[in-house]
Every structure is written in C-alpha cells, then in structure tokens.
C-alpha cells in the first residue's frame, strides 16, 4: 500500500423552520437531502458494513443541520414529505405507460429509505452518523456554529462563539470534542488558528491554494498537511480529485447515462390532480421523482426516458476509473515523498444524491473496488493520517476560500455589501449588553440568549450566498433583515425593561437553534 485517500463530505443546511406555516417551500430544502443524499448514504454506509467491507470516510455535520434533524416537528413534516411521494408513484403507477418502470422503481427506493430511516435509524439520522462513528467507520467533525465567514467577521470574541458553540453541539451529540472542523466555506484568515487551538480544535481543510500559498511553502504541497505554530493542523483539498466528482461538464456527474437533475415530473401532470400529493399551496415544486436521463446537450423536451441498469452500470465504470486515477497519482508521489501521501477529496454531502443521483452508489462501489482490488490505495479518516505522520512540517497557511475566485467575493460584493455593517453593529451590541444587564430576571435571560441566537443565525453564510447565485434571493433577504431586525427589536426591548413575550415565544420555536446556549458565552474576557 502506497498510500491514502480521505473523502471528506460537508454536511449543511441553513437553520430553516417555519412553525407558523403549515407549509414551508423552504423547508423541503432539509426533506430533499434527507431523503436523496442522507439517507441514500446511510443505507449504502451499513450495506458496507454488513457485507464486511472496511471503509474510512470524513463527514462534517453542522450545528444548523444537526439541529433540524433532531427537530420533532420537521421530522413530522419529513414523514409527511416522505409518504406524499410515495402515494403519488402509487397513484401514477396505475395509469401506466412509458414511465411505468421508472416510477415502480421510485416507489421501491422511497418504501426501502424510510424503512430504514423508521426501523434501523429509529426515526433519527443522526443515530445513523453516530453508530458508524462509534465504529470507527465513520469521523465525525463539527463546524462553526452557523457556518459564519469567519475572516468577515471583525469581532473576535463573536469569532470564539461561533468555534465555541460549534464545538458544544458536537459535544451535546456525541458525548465529547471533535477533533476536527469545517470552517464555514472553508474560510481561513488569521487569528483564526490561534482560535481553533484555544478551543482544542486538532484540524481543519482549506482548499487548495490555502497550503499551496502557505509560509514557508509546503514541501509536499497538499499531499502532506501543514501544522501552524498554534498546533492546528490544516489539510488541502486535492482539485484533481474533487473535480471529476463534482464537475458536471468534465467529471463523472454529467454522463448521458445518468439521471437528469432539471426535469421533474410534476411539471408534466394536472395541477389539480396532484394537488394533494405536491403542492398544497398552490402551486407545483419538485417531487424529487425525476425519471429521464441527461441524454445530451439537449433541451429538456428532449430528454430521454431514464434506464437504472444502464446508469449502475457506468457507476461501476466510473468507480473503477477513479480508483484507477487515485492508484496512479499515489504511485507516483510515493516516489518522491518520505512518507505516505495523503489525496484529500472533499464535497458538499448534497452532491451525492441530490445533484448527482447515483452519487451514493458511486461511493458504495468505489469503497468496494479500492478494498477488493487495491493494492495501492486504502481509505482512511483525516484524524487516522495525524496518528501514523504526528511530526508535520510547520507553515502559516494563506488566506483563502473555497469559493469562486478562491477568497471571499462570493459572501462580500455589490450585492452583498450592505449585511456586514448591520451584523458588525448588532455584534457591538450584544458583546455589550451582556456586561450592562447585571442579574437578569428569567424573561431577560430568555431575551439575551434569543438575542445570542438571532445574531448568529444573521450571521449563516447561506444568506448572502443565495443573493450572489440568485437563487432564491427574495427568501434569502427576507430571512436576512428578519434576524437582524429580530435582534434589534428584542435589544431595544430589554434596555427598556419592556419585552415583548409574545413575540419572544414565537422566536422561540421557530428560530430554535441552539436550546443550550447562555448568553454568558458573549462575555469577553478580562
């Protein structure tokens, strides 16, 4: 064995919740990943197990998103949105046709998932996550708490918060410290190290050119970590191998064979005939049953029927080419390296399944082929690597994202500039109304830990990225100015001894990320 491969999946969602509404068109953004990305790899994770096929994987699960999954009434609603598709297959299936197939094969998958998500997982996915990593299959890290920018964050004591609270909801979860963490966007700046090692943060991954433009420079680039003179050590993701996963154009994702991601089935049936199943609203969003394939660069009228054979076959293909890939590129650094190098591979968890359907079995296969066929290449966890190379060659890594552009003009341009003065007031705000309220009374302290949690979840990365993409960007403003007109609505309320319950118990079970936190965590040191 020549060397490693560490396959690190970003797990995260925006803190979505809306109590008030029966139905939510944003909170199927969490049902969506549940049932095509989280779910699909569980149940491809414990197959693995069950067939004795050793496999290493790093997964990162953020507060935002742990939090939803353990939310007892969006796992209602998940429930609901799960049994909904399952009654519109049966529905259309019984009409027959063309689609006849492919829609027995969506009612299958979707019956197999929730049995596994009701009888294995316990009506809980994060019971998945921890029994692979109390198995030691699995490593589970933290992120910061709402997957903030950190570098755009100019407060260092609400930058502390941010690492402190992602690491107390690990801690709530898991019963003890992650060693590692997701940065928010991967977003590194200085002091940020110091940050993650006053906290007992052991690692972290930057995208490539945070290593690559490292002080000194690294002497295996990013095919050994770094270790800053705080002690954090930081790898670097490996762009040769995450872009033939992720790139539709030129990776894996967008072969012919594969399902077609932008043609859902529900725009091609009655309204009102499937009004119940899809849109109770009023109006038709994706069912997730998607049965043609990509085809070609085609118009979507043009589109041709999917065929699941076909595509499992070219998964198994495509799973061969990439260990094929990863053999030769460790094969030839292991010859001019000291020490085993380490390929690291990281993705948006949503990309398997979500974005790329067969994702899920893309893994499943590859894990199976490096174990069955691989005399060169064997998988292993980020923290796994430290223990066998513990003695690092000690560099400042660089400023860097894994954004487009490489910095940080994703979260801060034109159409953005106006949110940092707004969080960079309301951040002033809360740093020094916790030291102004000497001994709260039970109403105050339940505002002033609203207030702690209304700032952070201002402060979610997810926002400004919607505006620059344009998707959905009038529920991305929206959410927005609410959080940070929430903030300033209760702080004013708290100065004049005059809170608003009501309104404080709405925020309370909508906005109710965080059921720990204590305002306290703001205080800054003396």
């Known amino acids: 064995m020549r060397g490693y491969l560490a396959i690190v999946l970003h797990s995260h969602l925006p803190f979505v919740k809306h109590p008030e509404e029966e139905f939510f068109i944003e909170e199927n953004w969490l049902f969506e990943a549940i049932l095509e990305s989280y779910l699909p790899l569980l149940y491809n994770f414990y197959?693995?197990?069950k067939e004795d096929i050793p496999f290493k994987i790093t997964m990162s699960l953020t507060p935002p998103l742990s939090n939803m999954l353990l939310d007892a009434l969006l796992m209602d609603r998940f429930k609901r949105y799960v049994n909904s598709r399952i009654e519109l297959t049966k529905e259309l299936i019984k009409e027959g046709g063309s689609a006849k197939e492919n829609l027995i094969f969506y009612r299958a998958r979707f019956e197999t998932l929730f049995n596994f998500f009701e009888n294995e997982l316990k009506g809980n996915v994060i019971n998945?996550?921890?029994k692979l990593e109390q198995d030691g299959d699995l490593e589970v890290i933290t992120c910061s708490a709402t997957h903030g920018i950190l570098p755009l964050e100019v407060h260092r004591k609400i930058q502390e918060v941010q690492v402190q609270l992602g690491i107390e909801n690990y801690r709530q979860i898991f019963g003890?410290?992650?060693k590692g963490i997701w940065l928010g966007e991967c977003a590194y700046a200085p002091p940020i190290s110091q940050i993650l090692s006053k906290y007992g943060i052991k690692y972290t991954i930057l995208d490539a050119h945070g290593l690559f433009n490292a002080k000194p420079a690294p002497l295996y680039g990013i095919h050994a970590p770094i270790v800053s003179e705080d002690g954090v050590v930081f790898f670097g993701r490996d762009p040769e191998a995450s872009k033939q996963v992720w790139s539709a154009k030129e990776g894996y994702p967008g072969d012919f064979n594969y399902r077609e991601f932008y043609k859902d089935i529900v725009y091609e049936l009655d309204s009102e005939k499937i009004k119940k199943y899809i849109h109770p609203a009023g109006f038709k969003f994706d069912s997730g049953i998607k049965i043609h394939r990509i085809t070609g660069h085609v118009g979507l009228d043009k589109k041709e029927l999917y065929n699941r054979n076909k595509a499992e076959e070219m998964v198994e293909i495509h799973a061969g080419n990439y260990m094929f890939?990863?053999?030769?590129?460790i094969e030839y650094l292991s010859h001019i390296m000291d020490r085993k190098p380490i390929v690291v591979a990281p993705f948006d968890t949503e990309l398997f399944g979500h974005w790329w359907f067969e994702g899920p079995d893309f893994l499943y296969k590859l894990f199976k082929k490096i174990h069955k066929d691989s005399s060169l290449v064997k998988t292993i966890t980020l923290s796994q690597y430290l223990e066998e190379?513990?003695?690092l060659q000690v560099?400042?890594?660089a400023?860097?994202?894994?954004?487009?552009?490489?910095y940080f003009k994703v979260w801060l341009n034109d159409s953005t500039d106006w949110i940092y003065p707004h969080l960079y007031t309301?951040?002033?705000k809360m740093l020094g109304i916790v030291n102004k309220i000497k001994n709260p009374n039970e109403i105050q302290k339940r505002a002033l830990n609203m207030l702690g949690r209304e700032l952070l979840l201002a402060e979610s990365s997810d926002w400004a990225f919607l505006i620059t993409v344009g998707t959905a960007v009038s529920y991305a403003k929206e959410r927005q100015t609410f959080h940070i007109n929430a903030f300033n609505k209760i702080y004013n309320e708290i100065l004049n001894n005059n809170i608003d319950e009501t309104f404080l118990d709405y925020l309370e079970q909508r906005d109710s990320i965080f059921p720990f936190l204590n305002y306290n965590i703001f205080t800054e040191e003396r």
């Open 128 to 130: 998945g996550f921890k």
């Open 176 to 178: 003890k410290d992650p």
């Open 389 to 391: 190379y513990p003695v």
């Open 395 to 397: 560099s400042s890594p």
């Open 399 to 406: 400023i860097s994202s894994w954004g487009d552009g490489g």
């Open 426 to 428: 309301i951040g002033k």
């Open 47 to 49: 197959r693995l197990k």
């Open 325 to 329: 890939n990863r053999e030769r590129q």
